[in-house]
């Protein structure tokens, strides 16, 4: 395929999966403001937690099976029989899960919210097993390239709980409650939708233990790299509960909501980069021309996008409660998440590629340790600005290895030094915007890190203007 045919195809499949990734960043940056308006901070911290442990157990249940399903899709004629397979190791998983939480619900409610006699052990009971129905119908859908339907869901998923937010808080109650029960209640809305559109392939039961077999050798590696990776995203908020209360938790989780404005971007891209990265190498191993150029792409977008958040962000929060604007100087080091995660997306696709998956193990453990250890420094010195600072940093680790290894396993011309060097500049800025509480200075620095970036990457800014104005046009003339 020709590099124009390429790039065409790359823009249809991203702007049909991205379109609810858009609409939800908007949602998320009017809705978080609002609930920050209602719901006080250690309220948000303590729903935090629910959801911390919500998204750890998810990621053991399922066990690494969707990535299964992903591989082996193209390759087995029954695709009910081959989404049975891998739904029953997660099933099962899911139900001794629920075994222990009725066992030490005392235990379960008294970590995730302080309290013992509470029903939040139960709503974690439902949101997982909802969770992974959610999951399988998700990774169906973007395995068959249904992007407009992902992203209706995506849309339907975000409104619904905002919706369900609001409307407890303002009728019913205004604690952490109302977060968890809208997260529930749109989870199962969304999976019930997704069903009309997938039902072919759940319906009837079939399970292959021939399959079922290679699937657990595939899958367990993710496990682990799943795990590895939970620990990673959520070190920084057990470090914090255990040296501080919910209000920091709060404070913490309300910056992290707002940097999910570049996290809806994330997730957008690598849910079709993925099957995409698949059928290109696939289709011509030896044409690395797209992974080449999305780096490029990649790289310039996130470290510009991220540099203008900074410059905005004592602006935005005042949209907050006055009792979350400390937050503002929380989100800074925290952007190095999505920045960092998205070109690894890319740049570790020969790890991928060569089945050498034990990488992502060494990675993510190499980074979990340095952020323990940052963590249990910082946290008791800088409280949430240490969680960020460590946190932020330790995804330069999780870069750094993968992009080394994957560029020897499958050598691909990655401009690394200028992403480095701009992951430089961006900490620099980073590090003014956090500890000197300063607006102007704040603003400054983040407008000269925007300049060195485009400077750095000078062709890929007239690239991106070229193509804007390429919309514009025919957009105009329509």
Excluded at 50 to 63: A, H, N, R, T
Excluded at 276 to 296: G, H, I, S, T
Excluded at 377 to 396: E, F, H, M, N, R
């Amino acid at each position: 395929m020709e590099p124009l045919s390429i790039k065409r195809k790359f823009l249809g499949k991203y702007l049909s999966f991205s379109v609810g990734t858009w609409i939800n960043a908007v949602i998320s940056f009017f809705s978080v403001p609002l609930v920050s308006w209602l719901i006080e901070p250690s309220e948000y911290g303590k729903a935090n937690m629910f959801l911390m442990m919500y998204s750890m157990v998810l990621s053991i249940v399922v066990f690494g099976t969707p990535n299964a399903l992903m591989r082996f899709y193209h390759k087995i004629e029954d695709k009910g029989r081959l989404l049975w397979s891998c739904l029953i190791v997660p099933i099962m998983l899911s139900t001794l899960f629920a075994i222990l939480a009725l066992i030490f619900k005392k235990q379960v409610n008294l970590f995730l919210v302080g309290q013992e006699s509470t029903s939040t052990y139960l709503l974690l009971i439902a949101s997982v097993f909802f969770g992974v129905l959610q999951t399988f119908n998700q990774t169906l859908i973007r395995i068959q390239g249904k992007g407009f339907v992902y992203s209706s869901l995506q849309i339907v998923n975000s409104v619904s709980n905002v919706a369900f937010v609001l409307t407890c808080a303002f009728f019913f109650r205004r604690d952490f409650y109302a977060i968890l029960y809208a997260q529930m209640l749109s989870t199962l809305i969304t999976t019930g939708i997704g069903f009309s559109f997938q039902h072919e392939d759940w319906i009837p039961v079939k399970i292959d233990k021939g399959i079922l077999t290679e699937i657990i050798a595939y899958s367990y590696p993710f496990l682990l790299v799943g795990l590895l990776w939970w620990l990673l995203g959520w070190t920084d908020r057990i470090i914090l509960r255990m040296y501080t209360g919910f209000a920091e938790i709060g404070l913490y989780s309300a910056a992290f909501k707002l940097m999910s404005i570049t996290n809806l971007f994330t997730t957008g891209f690598s849910t079709f980069w993925y099957p995409f990265a698949y059928e290109q190498y696939e289709k011509n191993r030896e044409n690395k021309y797209v992974l080449a150029k999305v780096f490029d792409y990649v790289s310039f977008v996130m470290f510009s996008l991220s540099l203008i958040i900074i410059s905005a962000k004592s602006l935005l929060f005042l949209l907050f409660e006055k009792s979350y604007r400390e937050s503002a100087f929380v989100i800074p080091f925290l952007l190095l998440n999505p920045i960092l995660t998205m070109m690894a997306i890319v740049a570790d696709r020969g790890i991928d590629f060569l089945k050498k998956t034990y990488w992502f193990i060494v990675s993510d453990g190499a980074a979990l340790a340095f952020n323990l250890v940052g963590n249990l420094l910082l946290i008791p010195i800088l409280g949430a600005k240490g969680a960020a600072l460590s946190t932020g940093l330790s995804y330069v680790i999780v870069f750094t290895i993968e992009s080394t290894v994957s560029e020897k396993l499958y050598p691909v011309k990655y401009k690394l030094k200028r992403a480095y060097f701009s992951t430089v500049v961006f900490s620099l800025v980073a590090a003014i915007n956090t500890f000197i509480e300063r607006v102007g200075i704040g603003i400054l620095s983040s407008l000269v890190g925007l300049v060195v970036v485009i400077l750095l990457y000078k062709d890929v800014f007239k690239e991106v203007l070229g193509d804007l104005l390429k919309i514009w046009t025919f957009v105009t003339r329509q």
